[in-house]
């Protein structure tokens, strides 16, 4: 059995910064990593082999030390500092 790979998600499902990132992949489930050297995780795993979702709705608010992803269903707060 073969099944078709596309293990990077859309970038505009995609919110980072140097040492995180989030990939929004539906309006009540996110993905969230963290790499002190910035290098993330791109290959397929067990769990996702392709992560070209749906894009849901969501937005961003980001200042200098932290940031929120809000969608209809869950509203969290990053604080980048940390």
Known sequence: MTF???PVA???AIVSGPTYRFT???DRLLRYEWAA???FEDRA???AI????HIPKFRVVENDDGLEII????????DKQR
């Not at 392709?50 to 979702?53: A, H, I, S, T, V």
């Not at 269903?73 to 990053?78: K, M, R, T, V």
Request: overall charge negative.
């Open 10 to 12: 859309d970038p505009q």
């Open 37 to 39: 050297d910035g290098q």
């Open 71 to 78: 969608t209809d269903h869950f509203h969290l707060s990053y």
């Open 50 to 53: 392709n992560r070209q979702f």
């Open 24 to 26: 929004i992949l539906t």
């Open 4 to 6: 078709t790979m596309n």
């Open 45 to 47: 795993s067990t769990f």
